[in-house]
């Protein structure tokens, strides 16, 4: 939504829609809002979400000396009481989500289950194996039923299937274990192709909230998705590789007890203790407003009139104001004094509701 209308801006700049069109008071608008924003470190328009990771490093003193890299000390000292996160945009309307995510995490698990045969095949170290041999994802020659399992302790939200020979013609479905049986995971490809593989691709979905584990071929309890075969490929897809993708394995979602935030953006995981393992502390979350502030909406067509008036001058500013030849007169830059005047009125008013709104400012240590 933006902060401001075409109407209000005509308005502010006296200008109607003959002197400039629509389509570009609607650029102008769109370019205010966003200094607007990164001026204040804000948005002011209809609720968005976001996702933002933030690296975490646990402190040397909470580490083991021995085989963590940790320091040993006499007096434990003063630290922080909590992780805390300040998020990119605010206002902050809620959290939607805060995960504990670990980085550089295999597979737990993989199966081929070749359904004619009724038999299962264990290719977890090939799957892993950055230079390892290709196996089939299913079988040699595909059957409806077939699958390829992929399991892990941990909820994942995505893996990458970098394939050495694609498939051709088959179609597949993704599933996930619900604790009672088999249910269709929405998935998001990142090549056309990828989910059915029959091309390498990025696969990601969003862990569904009744997910469960389960064990496949006496694997053990684990977190299994798998791609069911529905119809046959004519070329069986062979795999090199199966890996996370970044940000994808969550050791832990909180639930909301265990975080206090602001509507600033300031997040504090108050309530779990974050391990050696994790990595990367990623929150999920809803920032914006129901309505945009009066003052944010007289400085967006504000900003929006100045570039308009600036455009319908253009460079007449040094051009000649009045002349004659014989009967014939010309005021070629007369028409831009009063245009000149708003321009200065406009730029008047923006300072003060600059300084109404504030501005963010950024501090750097060094």
Not at 228 to 239: D, E, I, N, Q, Y
Not at 272 to 294: L, R
């Given at each position: 939504m933006a902060y401001s209308t075409n109407t209000e801006v005509y308005y502010k700049s006296g200008l109607s829609s003959n002197d400039v069109s629509t389509t570009i008071i609607d650029s102008f608008i769109t370019e205010a809002d966003a200094m607007i924003d990164s001026k204040t470190g804000k948005h002011w328009g209809t609720t968005s979400t976001a996702t933002q990771t933030f690296d975490y490093t646990t402190n040397i003193y909470e580490k083991s000396s021995v085989d963590e890299g940790g320091t040993l000390a006499s007096v434990k000292p003063e630290t922080d009481k909590y992780p805390v996160f300040v998020l990119k945009y605010s206002p902050v309307v809620q959290i939607n989500s805060v995960r504990f995510i670990i980085q550089d995490y295999q597979l737990d698990k993989c199966w081929s289950y070749d359904s004619s045969a009724s038999e299962y095949t264990d290719n977890t170290d090939e799957a892993n194996s950055v230079r390892g041999t290709s196996f089939y994802a299913f079988a040699s020659s595909v059957g409806v039923g077939d699958v390829l399992y992929i399991?892990?302790?941990?909820?994942?939200?995505?893996?990458?299937?970098?394939?050495?020979?694609?498939?051709?013609?088959?179609?597949?479905?993704?599933?996930?274990?619900?604790?009672?049986?088999?249910?269709?995971?929405?998935?998001?490809?990142?090549?056309?192709?990828?989910?059915?593989?029959?091309?390498?691709?990025?696969?990601?979905?969003?862990?569904?909230?009744?997910?469960?584990?389960?064990?496949?071929?006496?694997?053990?309890?684990?977190?299994?998705?798998?791609?069911?075969?529905?119809?046959?490929?004519?070329?069986?897809?062979?795999?090199?590789?199966?890996?996370?993708?970044?940000?994808?394995?969550?050791?832990?979602?909180?639930?909301?007890?265990?975080?206090?935030?602001?509507?600033?953006?300031?997040?504090?995981?108050?309530?779990?203790?974050?391990?050696?393992?994790?990595?990367?502390?990623?929150?999920?979350?809803?920032?914006?407003?129901?309505?945009?502030?009066?003052?944010?909406?007289?400085?967006?067509?504000?900003?929006?009139?100045?570039?308009?008036?600036?455009?319908?001058?253009?460079?007449?500013?040094?051009?000649?104001?009045?002349?004659?030849?014989?009967?014939?007169?010309?005021?070629?830059?007369?028409?831009?004094?009063?245009?000149?005047?708003?321009?200065?009125?406009?730029?008047?008013?923006?300072?003060?509701?600059?300084?109404?709104?504030?501005?963010?400012?950024?501090?750097?240590?060094?």
């Open positions: 399991g892990s302790q941990y909820l994942f939200a995505g893996i990458y299937l970098s394939l050495f020979t694609v498939g051709v013609g088959g179609t597949c479905v993704w599933e996930y274990y619900n604790g009672s049986g088999w249910e269709t995971l929405t998935v998001t490809e990142g090549t056309s192709g990828g989910d059915d593989l029959n091309a390498s691709s990025k696969i990601t979905w969003t862990p569904p909230a009744d997910w469960d584990e389960t064990s496949i071929n006496s694997s053990g309890d684990l977190y299994f998705i798998r791609v069911r075969v529905t119809g046959a490929h004519s070329t069986s897809p062979k795999v090199n590789q199966i890996f996370f993708e970044n940000n994808c394995v969550w050791q832990e979602e909180l639930n909301g007890s265990e975080v206090t935030w602001n509507s600033n953006g300031r997040v504090a995981i108050t309530g779990s203790s974050v391990t050696g393992d994790v990595n990367k502390v990623q929150i999920y979350y809803t920032y914006g407003s129901d309505s945009t502030p009066t003052l944010v909406a007289d400085l967006s067509a504000n900003l929006a009139a100045q570039m308009a008036l600036v455009r319908m001058m253009g460079g007449s500013f040094n051009d000649l104001t009045s002349g004659g030849l014989g009967d014939e007169q010309w005021t070629t830059g007369e028409p831009y004094v009063n245009l000149r005047a708003t321009l200065r009125e406009l730029q008047t008013e923006a300072n003060t509701l600059w300084q109404q709104l504030g501005i963010r400012v950024n501090f750097y240590a060094t």
